[in-house]
């Protein structure tokens, strides 16, 4: 008899992990924001007051991790054969609802305006655009790989399809999630095989691109000197994050200071529960027990290339690399910023975090990965770069696909 849920256990249990943890530290971190939310007009609002629900953030969180785990089920028995033929138009989707967020998007009072209201349902298109570039770069090169290496018939379509997700982005205000997808699709035209002079290129736009941001937009630029001033005296919004970030990452010493028992959730530090969810949660375990977070990405990450080394194709290969660094490089700067490593990006926890379309769109792409990790073949298929100077991809011929 088959087994239902053949996949990679190391890699599900490390989410599980993931999961669970979020879980725990929305419940003893989210007090404070749940308490303004549900009772802004309450002058001293108690737990005990009937018009107070000190929980609000964890039943909300409940609630979408259930369906992101419905979204995570659906992706995992989907067979790969039908993210390939959805590429395209889910690109083309996502692309209209970026655009749409230019019109009719939300700010909810911070500086991006990258989400839309649907139903009384905030939905950030942005979290599921690192999807889609991944679905469709996958595509695009296991497609094109006569031409990867070409001037014009490789990097400038690369550029242009990038651009097209890119651009709405920016335009949004969301920096963070313009660093994400550009790491993304640079890291799989990396190991599709393209040229390192154009590789270069790219870099020398990207600096230059991203020095034009910092001097020219006032927040961007507070924001980086707020992370040079990161130790210093501040009382100005653009340096005072990242400093309470670190003064919570730092009073939580070795052991922590137990659950609930977070200072600077209450009132020190902004976004607790969601940008900087890994500092307060710091706080509260201390370094030996949030240092297994770390970890359990460390598993995703060689999870996934593991995978990605014994897929049975091109698009497959690519596609779990995508899925991969999607969330370990998003995790990793994540907490670099919580520890004062890099300027504040704004951007999630996957799996921890507070915020729905992170969450979903992260269950979902971890969702893909396991059921690719139950159709790998262990010949070898070499992403290795570093032995040549491009990558080699199992013919369509080679291997059966399902």
């Known amino acids: 008899m088959k087994n ?3 996949f990679d256990t190391p890699l599900f249990l490390a989410v599980v992990f993931l999961l669970i943890l979020g879980l725990v530290m929305i419940t003893s971190i989210g007090v404070p924001k749940s308490i303004a939310l549900s009772a802004p007009g309450v002058l001293y609002p108690n737990c005990s007051d009937a ?6 953030l964890f039943k909300n969180h409940l609630i979408r991790l259930g369906i992101g785990l419905s979204a995570f089920y659906i992706s995992y028995k989907l067979p790969i054969k039908f993210w390939r033929k959805i590429a395209t138009p889910f690109f083309g989707a996502i692309l209209l609802l970026l655009l749409s967020v230019l019109v009719f998007g939300s700010t909810f009072g911070t500086i991006a305006q990258n989400w839309l209201v649907v139903f009384n349902t905030s939905l950030q298109p942005s979290e599921f655009a690192k999807l889609a570039i991944i679905l469709y770069l996958a595509y695009w090169f296991s497609k094109k790989q006569a031409y990867i290496e070409d001037f014009k018939q490789g990097l400038i379509p690369f550029c242009i399809i990038c651009g097209l997700i890119v651009l709405p982005i920016i335009l949004q205000n969301d920096f963070g999630g313009t660093l994400t997808i550009s790491l993304i699709a640079v890291a799989m035209y ?4 393209a040229k390192l002079q154009h590789l270069g290129i790219l870099f020398l736009v990207a600096f230059i691109g991203a020095l034009i941001v910092v001097l020219a937009i006032p ?4 924001r980086f000197q707020g992370f040079t001033r990161v130790d210093e005296e501040c009382v100005e919004d653009y340096c005072w994050q990242s400093q ?5 990452v730092g009073t939580g010493g070795a052991f922590g200071k137990g659950l609930t028992q977070g200072v600077q959730k209450s009132y020190w530090l902004p976004q607790a529960s969601d940008d900087f969810i890994f500092a307060a949660s710091a706080e509260e375990l201390g370094f030996f027990r949030i240092v297994f977070v770390i970890l359990a990405y460390f598993v995703i990450a060689l999870r996934g290339y593991d995978i990605a080394s014994k897929s049975q194709g091109s698009f497959e290969t690519l596609l779990a690399i995508g899925l991969t660094i999607w969330i370990t490089v998003q995790a ?3 907490i670099a910023v919580n520890t004062g490593l890099m300027p504040v990006t704004g951007i999630t926890l996957p799996f921890v975090s507070y915020g729905g379309s992170s969450l979903i769109a992260c269950l979902v792409a971890v969702g893909i990965l396991l059921n690719l990790s139950q159709n790998t073949s262990y010949h070898e298929n070499s992403i290795n770069r570093w032995g040549n100077r491009r990558t080699r991809y199992p013919q369509y011929g080679r291997y059966r696909r399902n």
Request: aromatic share 16%; glycine share 4%; proline share 0%.
């Open 4 to 6: 239902v849920f053949k």
């Open 190 to 193: 990396f190991m599709a095989g």
């Open 51 to 56: 018009n107070v629900d000190c929980y609000l």
């Open 332 to 334: 990793f700067v994540n």
């Open 219 to 222: 927040h961007v630029r507070e």
């Open 244 to 248: 309470q970030a670190n003064i919570a």
